[in-house]
């Protein structure tokens, strides 16, 4: 019997102890990634901290609500363009409305 696929069907498991409710596949991504690294360096206490991580980590909230503040920005703008949308189409349907009088009053 091939285990060819032992290490795929392991991660869908890892995966899967990993999930919670409503989170988003960049946090499973996150996660996994961690995950991995910590698998790879045989230890959790032989992780190599570097630099590079460390300012990682000192930067996440700043960069978490630049990316909020994008993501409501993007929001906003797609609401906004919602509403012109409802209120032209309002538009277009009160001018057939008038059209379809006139054409009746003209018959």
Same mark, same amino acid.
């Given at each position: 019997?091939?285990?060819?696929?032992?290490?795929?069907?392991?991660?869908?498991?890892?995966?899967?102890?990993?999930?919670?409710?409503?989170?988003?596949?960049?946090?499973?991504?996150?996660?996994?990634?961690?995950?991995?690294?910590?698998?790879?360096?045989?230890?959790?206490?032989?992780?190599?901290?570097?630099?590079?991580?460390?300012?990682?980590?000192?930067? @996440?909230?700043?960069?978490?609500?630049?990316?909020? %503040?994008? #993501?409501? !920005?993007?929001? *906003? /703008?797609?609401?906004? +363009? @919602?509403?012109?949308?409802?209120?032209?189409?309002? %538009?277009? #349907?009160? !001018?057939?409305? *008038? /059209?379809?009088?006139? +054409?009746?009053?003209?018959?």
């Amino acid at each position: 019997m091939s285990h060819g696929n032992a290490a795929v069907e392991s991660g869908f498991s890892i995966n899967k102890a990993m999930l919670i409710e409503n989170i988003q596949e960049r946090s499973v991504i996150a996660l996994r990634t961690v995950y991995d690294a910590v698998s790879n360096s045989g230890d959790l206490f032989k992780v190599d901290i570097t630099k590079q991580i460390i300012l990682a980590a000192r930067n @996440a909230p700043r960069c978490y609500h630049e990316h909020l %503040k994008a #993501k409501n !920005l993007i929001e *906003k /703008k797609s609401e906004e +363009q @919602a509403s012109i949308n409802k209120r032209a189409a309002e %538009k277009i #349907k009160e !001018l057939k409305v *008038k /059209k379809m009088k006139i +054409q009746q009053e003209a018959n």
